[in-house]
Antibody, heavy 119, light 108 residues
């Protein structure tokens, strides 16, 4: 079964960094693009951007440039989201979501990583 | 950017009822680029419908999608207890990808 595996939670202080991982299971990372989606507490879904897993080229949505970096380690089938200079309003659940090959819909989702930024 | 507006914000129904959820786009959307997701509390979203009306694998046939241009609909016939959740429409395959603000389907 094709899955995306994410760790449950991370706690960081303001100003610190976090690297969220998303490992594929049942398929090779390089075969499908990977999206990142943020969901703040009690809020809706917000697209952060995506990374082309063939070329490594990232595309960042408006509002997610500068402090946010998408990366890959193809050898371990893992995509990463790194957030630097964390602020309280970065507190959210971060999901990775696979891009369907034909229609670009988000057909497989990780279970999400909850990032809490608090002093 | 395509803005998606979902209505109603909350829909209160009983098991066995039918539900109609609306998604209106700020500009015309190709049928290929419109999808629907279900999200339960504490869980990741799940793809229900892609390309306006195609059910994702494993999705029961009580879920159906329709629409064109700027107006799209998710219909659920014969609500089951597990269907009470949040529902989001989405435009994908266009940058930026956008989501509607969601419709909460709750038990009456």
């Amino acid at each position: 079964q094709e899955q995306l595996v994410q760790f449950g939670s991370e706690l960081r202080k303001p100003g610190a960094s976090v690297k969220v991982s998303c490992k594929t299971s049942g398929y090779a990372l390089s075969t499908h693009g990977m999206n990142w989606v943020r969901q703040a507490p009690g809020q809706g879904l917000e697209w952060m951007g995506w990374i082309n897993t063939n070329t490594g080229d990232p595309t960042y949505a408006e509002g997610f440039t500068g402090r946010f970096v998408f990366s890959l380690d193809i050898s371990v089938n893992t995509a990463y989201l790194q957030i630097s200079s964390l602020q309280a309003d970065d507190t959210a659940v971060y999901y990775c979501a696979r891009k369907n090959l034909i229609f670009d819909a988000f057909d497989v989702w990780g279970q999400g990583t909850r990032v809490t930024v608090a002093s | 950017e395509i803005v998606l507006t979902q209505s109603p914000g909350t829909l209160s129904l009983s098991p066995g009822d039918g539900a109609t959820l609306s998604c209106r786009a700020s500009q015309s959307v190709s049928y290929r680029n419109l999808g629907w997701y279900q999200q339960k509390p504490g869980r990741a979203p799940r793809l229900l419908i892609y390309a306006t009306s195609a059910r994702a694998p494993g999705i029961p046939d009580r879920f159906s999608g329709s629409g064109s241009g700027t107006d799209f609909t998710l219909t659920i016939t014969g609500l089951e207890p597990e269907d009470f959740a949040m529902y989001y429409c989405q435009v994908y395959g266009i940058s930026p990808v956008t989501f509607g603000q969601g419709t909460r389907l709750e038990i009456k």
